[in-house]
């Protein structure tokens, strides 16, 4: 078995074609999609590029559009009944993958609350192509440096998880692209300040170019340059928001399928000790796509520290007794 790859816009968006041979190429391309065309491109492809960006730590990026369609509603019910429309509002959607709900969320937000400040996060918000400049050899790599692809046409190889033997030549690419690693790939790390999603400098370091490729969707990008109420930030959900907020969204995250006991534990108390007194947290999970269905809980932070459930819909959230006892905990 043999894995070329997908390099060009016009390759990826192309009906099979009708003779033999480039009918063959096709076939043998589809499942490498270079991640280096993540480097500027519209809805439609970026849409339908995700599914190709697998990430070292397993967690899935699976997001949508209208993916809330149902939830945002009852969420701003919610808001509405506990905020006032003339309140500061400051609101966080952890884990926002492409940042494309969340988009979706504030725009329904701000009719109701003008003075929303709406911050969308993740772990993850860029990958990186390291390009050698003397070799022309493409890494694309996670931010802390972790290969992904080697980019070098006809091959687009698989570097996590590498290539298997059932494809022998992909392989030994992989093993070439190992080596090579060890050489180009010894830059040194990017300052955090050139994560900004305002930072479009490409940097230069010991002979190497570095890219930011953006896993943001465009529409929450043009929100961000032309709204200043909505913002983008890396974030990791272990860790306090930088101020607190009155609202809280951890949707598809935290699940026991992803992080242990303990895990959920430690992120549960940053979400509690981010939050006002009197803030909401929706945390749950979707538990089918068509049409959406969610099992979650909005628990709102009482003066005493504790929370309290305000509204469920499905079975609600299966870390809920997690929260409780942390919120409980920390009182
Ligand atoms: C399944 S997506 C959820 C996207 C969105 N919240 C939704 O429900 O449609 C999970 C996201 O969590 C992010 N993630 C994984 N570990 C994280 C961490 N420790 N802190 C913040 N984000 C993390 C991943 O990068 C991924 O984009």
Redesign the pocket.
Same mark, same amino acid.
């Given at each position: 078995m043999l894995r070329l790859g997908v390099f060009r816009p016009e390759q990826f968006f192309a009906a099979p074609p009708d003779r033999w041979l480039p009918y063959l190429y096709y076939r043998l391309s589809r499942s490498r999609v270079s991640l280096r065309l993540l480097r500027s491109v519209g809805d439609e492809m970026f849409e339908r590029l995700m599914p190709h960006v697998r990430?070292s730590?397993g *967690? @899935? $990026? &699976? &997001?949508f559009r209208n $993916?809330f369609r149902n939830l945002d509603p009852l969420v701003n019910d919610v808001l509405s009944r506990n905020f006032s429309s003339r309140e500061e509002l400051v609101v966080e959607d952890?884990? @926002? /993958?492409t940042c494309l &709900?969340s988009y979706e969320w504030a725009e329904s937000l701000f009719a109701l609350f003008p003075r929303l400040r709406f911050t969308a996060s993740?772990?993850?918000l860029y990958l990186i192509e390291v390009e050698d400049a003397v070799s022309g050899e493409v890494f694309v790599t996670e931010q802390d440096g972790r290969p992904l692809q080697y980019i070098r046409p006809p091959f687009a190889i698989c570097m996590a998880p590498p290539e298997s033997w059932t494809a022998p030549l992909n392989r030994v690419g992989y093993q070439w692209a190992k080596r090579r690693w060890r050489k180009v790939g010894e830059i040194g790390r990017a300052p955090d300040a050139w994560f900004d999603w305002r930072c479009e400098e490409m940097l230069e370091r010991n002979g190497r170019l570095l890219r930011k490729l953006p896993l943001i969707h465009p529409r929450a990008l043009e929100l961000a340059r032309r709204d200043e109420r909505f913002s983008i930030r890396r974030? /990791? *959900?272990?860790e306090r928001a930088p101020a607190p907020c009155h609202v809280i969204r951890s949707?598809?995250?935290l699940n026991r399928s992803y992080f242990s006991e303990h895990q959920l534990f430690d992120a549960a108390r940053s979400v509690a000790e981010s939050l006002h007194a009197g803030g909401i947290w929706i945390v749950g999970r &979707?538990t089918c796509e068509d049409p959406p269905v969610h099992d979650v809980s909005v628990l709102r932070k009482l003066d005493s520290g504790l929370l309290q459930v305000v509204e469920r819909t499905g079975a609600g959230s299966e870390i809920e007794s997690i929260a409780l006892d942390v919120a409980a905990v920390l009182a």
């Open positions: 990430l730590n *967690v @899935a $990026r &699976t &997001t $993916r952890w884990a @926002a /993958s &709900t993740d772990g993850m974030h /990791s *959900v272990f949707m598809n995250i &979707t």
